[in-house]
């Protein structure tokens, strides 16, 4: 079958690649600042996605991982008393400054456990042991950490709220969201760092045994802990989560970016398409004159924003891929994930066929007879 | 004489204008038979291409009625009025009016995909038309490529594809010079004659008398002896 709508769309090159090209921008727009944005709360719940814990237990409303409230630690026996539980440990996150070789001072996230090993934390060591952290006042740090700290070496030394510190070890991909470098250390080492840490702790760790029903511990645990918050690792991902999207309006900037993406989109092919279909307008009623139907000329509209959607997609996809490697040396993780993607061209083709919609209307009023005047 | 291939009997046609209604047609009747070639002329304003909509069933009449192909065709339902002219009515038109993206065989398949026939069928079909028309070298060639005299080659394929039994034309040779207009008249004539299509041409060109088996005229919607 002939497609005038392919033909039609190709036959004018210029239109073509400004309407490929505005779907191209938005498409780009869109994936890269929420790839952006998703590389970045993939930081807020990095750790709690790669830690082993099943269940974690919080002070009531914490808000997020990165802001941790303390309780009592004994309340970790209530919580290996458990049926269900197969292990349980205190888990300390504070931010502490540590002191620079320039003299400066910077704020660091510490996540401090007495068996690091048990609990995949760190999950990616470059150098050193983490069974060697609660051997003495010794800690390991992100190699992230090099771009606001500068330069670090394994054996070298830096001094934490007064107190030195051997580097024993180096990580990779623990980052928070704040930014701020994470650093491990012992448990008890962070617990004499502060006087508020004083036989407190700051979340537990719960892991499940076997075979255990998650639902049922989790609600024993919310019921031996009414002081306390119980959330399985994927409502605890979410919650942290959230607080950064809602709570700090990165959520609402991010929606107005993609609206933004998308009414540009939808601007510029309706706009395109619209002119199109005015200029073409003696072919459609010619269309009908030989007995053509609105629906006709419709499926020719749907289908010339089909083919912008696909390639302007394509482009803008392959656009958004050749920027991360780009971005990565800007310590950008541009986060695309094959999910991401196909919303993404879901979200092009509704946007690209909503436009054509646009013309549907000039298009219906055609008069056939018009094919009549000169 | 024979069963016409288009009839039309007391037409009326009222336009709304405002306020004021405008009565272009005032109770025309004509028939056109197989293998006649009918000259509609008259000045501007006279109701020609109103009558020629009518007759190619695009306008629908105030009264009156019209038949194409043995069919009264009394509804005004959009959709059955496009079947009459999917099944029945061939179109020319004074500006060509081709698809420009689309090659002088893709223009003629086009049409006939449009009145639902589709792939290898039409493709061999409207190379058919187009042979018939003496373009069977230039298949491939674009609308820009091609002269006016090829054009309307064109336009008359596809007006022949898929076999209507009425050709209504629309100063087919208005923007032709005078040679490439006789061959189109001439081509007129053998098809209409070879095939016993019913053809109406509105026409100002006085070539077209000579090809037409008879004149009709019209002054102020009514026609004139």
Known sequence: MVSLARKNLFHDRLRFFITVAGVAFAVTLVLVQVGLFMGLLGKATVTIENCGADVWVTSKETPNVDFAHTFPETAVLRVRGVTGVQRADNLIVQFMNIQLPSGAEEGSLVYALEDFRAWNLPWRVDAGDVDDLKRGAYIMMDVSAERRFGPFEVGEYREMLGRRFKIIGTTAEAQSFTTAPIVFMGYKNAQEQLQTLQGKTQYVLVKLAPGADRAAVIAELRRRLPYNDVWSREEWARRSRAYWVVSTGLGMNMGITVFLGVLVGIVVVAQTLYTSAVEHVKEFGTVKAIGGSNWDIYRILGEQALIAAVIGFALGGLLSLGMQPLMARLHLNVLISPSFAAAVFAGTVLMCLGAAMLSFRRVATIDPALVFRA | ?????????????????????????????????????????????????????IMGCILTPTAGEVEVAGTRVNSKRPDELRAVRRRSIGFVFQQYNLFPALTALENVEYSLNVKGLRGRRAADEAARVLERVGLGDRLRFLPRDLSGGQKQRVAIARALAGSPRVILADEPTANLDTAAGTQILDLFRDLAKGDGKGLVIVTHDPKVRKVADRVVGIRDGRLAA
Do not use: N
């Open chain 2, 1 to 53: 004489m024979q069963e016409p291939v288009l009839a039309v009997r007391d037409v009326v046609k009222v336009f709304d204008e405002g306020s004021q209604k405008v009565e272009v047609l005032k109770g025309v009747s004509m028939e056109v038979a197989p293998g006649e070639v009918v000259a509609l002329e008259g000045p501007s304003g006279s109701g020609k291409t109103t009558l020629l909509s």
